[in-house]
């Protein structure tokens, strides 16, 4: 089972449309068995999937809906489980159980954004074991190794313990960036926390770095052109630059609008840029993960 991680420290960079877009492609395309994390409390790519509910009462109000498979008159139900099931549920060991989607191969386990944020508050005593290893534990189960062939991961914009979990639990990190200063100062976060994770990972497998994305990039901007230019001048970013961009377009966005059509970037015309440029990434993503 491969686990595709997609993170960076600075939020807005496209980590929520690029998740989806490789979900949309696996699942469509290649037939992939795919569950899909959103370890973010915005809860944006859950949304994308999952028809999310909102409570007035708390501050964060963004909750997954009541699990079709819930029956609260079966007497065999687990009475611990109140019909809901995200993925804070695997840090906090209440009972984990994915939702499936409209996409056939694709599951999801969406955000709940109180239970997360909580677990981005643990104690800094017990974040290791609560937090950073819980992810890699449960994703090694039999029943979830062998149940799918790929997992991606949308990760909130932080260097927290969610986005550590993350990192650990992956076997490939795509990291995304903007042509924009803050963009790129998050960039370099991200590459030394993938270092420092592949350092602490001793005799294991290494987590392999996909690649820096440059995302929703403006053509003719000196501003675009200077930083990417800065970027590929700089050996110790360099090797690591994807040999593509994305570029900023509407049609990436419209997609997220409900009832748009086509509602997926692989639904445009072959002849349309965007699903060009994404037909590019997803083909140099799956080379540098399945070979």
């Known amino acids: 089972m491969k686990i595709i ?3 960076q420290n600075k939020g807005g960079v496209g980590k929520t449309t690029i998740t989806k877009m490789l979900a949309e492609w696996f699942s469509r395309h290649e037939k992939k068995r795919i569950l899909a994390l959103d370890l973010d409390p915005q809860c944006n790519f859950s949304r994308r999937f999952l028809t999310m509910e909102l409570d007035p009462t708390d501050p964060h109000g963004i909750l997954p809906p009541i699990h079709p498979d819930f029956d609260p008159n079966d007497p065999d139900e687990d009475p611990t489980w109140g019909g809901r099931s995200s993925s804070a549920a695997i840090y906090t060991g209440q009972l984990v159980v994915p939702y499936a989607t409209h ?9 709940h954004a109180a239970l997360l944020d909580e ?54 990190v795509l990291i995304p960036t903007e042509m ?63 040999p593509m961009q994305l570029h900023q ?10 009832g748009t059509h086509p509602a997926s970037v692989f639904d445009r015309p072959k002849s349309d840029d965007v ?10 993503v799956e080379e540098r993960v399945f070979g």
């Not at 996409?103 to 386990?109: E, S, T």
């Not at 260097?159 to 993350?166: E, F, W, Y």
């Not at 377009?249 to 409900?258: F, K, L, N, S």
Request: hydrophobic share 40%; no cysteine; net charge neutral.
């Open 180 to 242: 924009e200063q803050q963009s790129i100062e998050g960039l370099v976060n991200m590459l030394q926390l993938w270092k420092r994770e592949n350092f602490a990972r001793a005799d294991q497998s290494e987590v392999n770095l996909i690649g820096i994305l440059p995302n929703k990039v403006r053509k003719g901007v000196s501003l675009h052109e200077g930083l990417y230019g800065s970027l590929m001048n700089d050996p110790s970013i360099k090797p690591y630059m994807i």
């Open 119 to 172: 677990v981005e508050r643990v104690r800094r005593d017990d974040v290791q074991q609560r937090v950073h290893n819980a992810l890699q534990r449960w994703l090694a189960y039999p029943e979830v190794n062998e149940a799918y062939d790929l997992v991606l991961i949308d990760t909130m914009p932080s260097k927290g313990p969610l986005t550590v979990s993350a990192m650990r639990a992956a076997t490939h």
């Open 275 to 284: 699903r060009k440029e994404a037909e590019i990434l997803v083909a140099y």
């Open 5 to 7: 991680a997609v993170v």
């Open 103 to 111: 996409l056939k191969g694709l599951d999801i386990l969406p955000g």
């Open 249 to 258: 377009r509407v049609g990436y966005a419209e997609p997220d609008v409900p």
